[in-house]
């Protein structure tokens, strides 16, 4: 049997209709939701990830403000620049756009950010939630986790008492998201570089994340076909100038049950999810 596809198209316009009708309802009380981007010089690459939050952000009826600094701005400069935004009551929702200049990168940029406004939801208080065992998914939660999350309700996909792998441990896919998996009751393994025989657990896992960064690191011998897992794939990579996913589809396409696509899966919900997060925090800041 040939893998079902969990595309992301379905998820994001239903996540998107439902955030257009809360934005207008939102400006017929006088407030449109206000993101701001701090962006740190010219990066190509950023400037590219800036201008699809610009548009996502218009596309649902908010506003869109870039807080563009030099690349050579000092570090105070820098922090009394984000201070004003977080004090300025006509933005929402703030983002540090990575990677910052070589003279910021001591700052502590996660907590940086008003935690009210931390749509990326890296600020230290906010991840605290997830440790304290909350499923709420109106929080301020890292958007590739909850992003993943809401796919896989989207999709019907049970979470309680199923054993999953989540390869890679990075402190914005893997550690988080296994944390929430687990909050929704989900058996959790955390694998790396030095897990030994990763194979035997993905072979034996409902449902396994991959969040490595190495184009089609996962075949079909990481999968046992009578398991019907269900594989996420996180992998944002490029193999001959193409985004490529870790998971190799056609290597897997008959051994899985359920696979998402790169591109159209994980990178999407990612970003629908920042913007959900927006209209969360404004939401919230109006209510006080
Ligand atoms: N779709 C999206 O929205 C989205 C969002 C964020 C990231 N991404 C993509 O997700 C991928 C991972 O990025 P990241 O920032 O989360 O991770 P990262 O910081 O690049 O770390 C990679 C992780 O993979 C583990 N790893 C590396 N080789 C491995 C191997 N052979 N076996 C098992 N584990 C291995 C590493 O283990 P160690 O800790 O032992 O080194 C590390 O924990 C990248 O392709 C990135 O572009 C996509």
Do not use: W
């Amino acid at each position: 049997m040939t893998a079902k596809i969990l595309s992301a198209a379905p998820v994001v316009d239903k996540i998107k209709n439902n955030l257009i009708q809360r934005c207008a309802a939102l400006k017929t009380r006088g407030i449109t939701p206000s993101m701001c981007v701090v962006l740190v010089g010219n990066n190509p690459a950023s400037l590219s990830y800036v201008r699809n939050k610009k548009r996502m952000c218009e596309e649902i009826g908010a506003h869109f403000h870039l807080e563009h600094m030099a690349q050579d701005i000092s570090p105070d400069d820098f922090l009394k620049r984000v201070q004003n935004l977080n004090q300025d009551p006509s933005i929402h929702g703030i983002i540090i756009q990575l990677p910052v200049a070589e003279q910021l990168k001591h700052l502590n940029l996660p907590n940086l950010i008003d935690p009210s406004k931390d749509i990326d939801g890296f600020h230290g208080l906010n991840t605290q939630k997830l440790y304290s065992g909350s499923r709420d998914l109106s929080l301020l939660l890292p958007c590739t986790p909850k992003g993943i999350i809401n796919l896989l309700h989207f999709y019907g996909v049970e979470l309680k008492g199923k054993n999953i792998v989540v390869i890679g441990r990075s402190l914005i896919v893997g550690k988080p998201l296994s944390m929430l998996l687990s909050n929704f009751d989900a058996t959790v393994v955390l694998a790396h570089s030095q897990t030994k025989d990763l194979k035997q657990l993905t072979k034996e896992a409902d449902i396994v994340v991959s969040a490595i960064g190495k184009t089609h690191f996962l075949d079909q011998s990481y999968f046992n076909p009578s398991k019907h897992t269900i594989v996420v794939d996180v992998g944002m990579n490029t193999l001959d100038g193409k985004l490529t996913g870790d998971v190799n589809q056609n290597s897997v396409k008959d051994s899985v049950g359920a696979m998402t696509p790169v591109p159209g899966g994980v990178g999407p919900m990612t970003v629908i999810t920042l913007i959900e997060n927006l209209i969360f925090a404004t939401e919230k800041q109006i209510k006080g």
